[in-house]
């Protein structure tokens, strides 16, 4: 057998199991009365949650400071309550969005000065679900009484 031939004969048969791999991928869900179009293989695009805060029912940067709050913390969590997300982001901004994949989850955020310490209790943001394409505005509010007042320890505390 010439060296040509065989390269036809491998040629056809490498283009024929290439059409059955994609004859199988387009049918496989048609026996399930599913959609064989090629969009049901494509991942959804992400969607958003944007969280808008305020502190006593104010977005002013004062209210920032006077809680001593340098930047919001917030969690998202699965349901089975595995962190997917922590971010944080400037008190002062009085927004976030969190880009996160199609799916259920809920959140927890809390107010925080510049070493991460806790200056608010935290909001929960109960189940929610994030869409394709879609932001999911959420807004809550940070009671400024529900800050505890800042611990501060002496050297002899720091050492035990």
């Given at each position: ?22 004859a199988m991928g387009c049918s496989s869900g048609a026996d399930r ?128």
């Open positions: 057998m010439s060296y040509s031939t065989r390269i036809r004969q491998l040629s056809g048969a490498l283009a024929a199991t290439a059409l059955m791999t994609l009365g599913e959609s064989s179009d090629s969009a049901s293989v494509v991942a959804p695009s992400p969607g958003w949650l944007v969280v808008d805060w305020s502190i006593d029912g104010k977005a002013a940067a004062e209210q920032c400071d006077r809680l001593g709050a340098a930047v919001i913390g917030i969690t998202v969590s699965t349901p089975d309550g595995a962190a997917v997300r922590d971010d944080r982001h400037p008190c002062t901004s009085f927004d976030s969005t969190i880009q996160l994949a199609v799916g259920h989850y809920s959140a927890n955020a809390v107010l925080l000065d510049g070493a991460d310490g806790v200056r608010t209790s935290s909001v929960p943001i109960y189940n929610f679900e994030i869409q394709s394409g879609s932001p999911l505005r959420v807004p809550i509010d940070f009671a400024s009484d529900s800050a505890d007042p800042p611990v501060v320890l002496s050297q002899a505390d720091r050492s035990r």
